[in-house]
């Protein structure tokens, strides 16, 4: 079993408990919601499994960033990718400061969306990382600006969409949640 990251109570009453992606048991999990058809427009990893097993190491080994499963209930929902942003690629597209941190998300079966979940869940992570680091005075995510749904979900939780990037693989929302 991969360690507890932490763990949130939603609005609502569910538990939610978010733990390391582990990239070899969680291989087939996450390749299942990479071909969703809500996630394939917008993460563009509806690759083979061998690919996915090699970004998602990558992901693992990264020092700044760290992959995470959330679940609900005991049962694996999403995915998520949580790091320092000043010291990612991103930083080089917005006035990166020392203490921002980024968030990636997606919520893998379609069926859970477009009830909140997603909101919830964010709340929930958005609040352990402006917890576990004071510094931090802002939340940073770049959500595809076709992702009208994701850029309401973050809308929704606070964040201000503060611009556009022109991003190698995409263009962007730069959403901030400011602490």
Known sequence: ?????????????????????????????????????????????????????????????AAHLEPLIGCVDGVPVSYWEVYRAAE???????????????????????????????????????????DREPRTRRVVAEPDVRNERMIHVFERCGFVREGELELPEKRAALMVRHR
């Open 88 to 130: 990612d690629a991103l930083a080089e597209h917005y006035a990166a400061e020392e203490h921002d941190q980024g968030v990636h998300l997606l919520v893998g079966p379609v069926e859970l969306t477009g009830q909140g979940l997603g909101r919830r869940l964010l709340d929930a992570v958005v609040g352990w990382q402006l």
């Open 1 to 61: 079993m991969t360690a507890t990251v932490f763990e949130a109570s939603l609005a609502g009453g569910a538990n939610a408990r978010f733990r390391s992606l582990d990239p070899d048991a969680d291989l087939d999990l996450v390749h299942s919601w990479m071909h969703q058809p809500h996630v394939v427009p917008f993460w563009h990893l509806d690759v083979p499994r061998a690919e996915l097993r090699s970004y998602l190491e990558s992901m693992a080994a």
